[in-house]
């Protein structure tokens, strides 16, 4: 995932500390504050579709109470 991206998180949700563990092999996982894993490369064998379906899922939990 290229940092531009990264970026376009951490400016979309400053509140929330949202993090890009990457491991070998390509595989990466993205969390929020350190416990919520919105992305998940290696689960889902594929990269995002666009930084929208993650951007939409860190939404979609502030919406469900899972965040905020």
Do not use: A, C
């Not at 940092?3 to 951490?10: A, P, R, T």
């Not at 969390?31 to 579709?49: A, G, Y």
């Amino acid at each position: 995932m290229r940092d531009d991206l990264v970026d376009e998180f951490y400016t979309s949700f400053d509140e929330f500390e949202v993090e890009l563990i990457q491991s070998e092999g390509g595989v990466f996982e993205v969390m929020v504050n350190n416990h919520l894993q919105v992305f998940s490369k290696k689960q889902l064998k594929r990269f995002p579709n666009s930084s929208y379906e993650i951007i939409k899922t860190i939404n979609d939990s502030i919406d469900e109470g899972r965040l905020g």
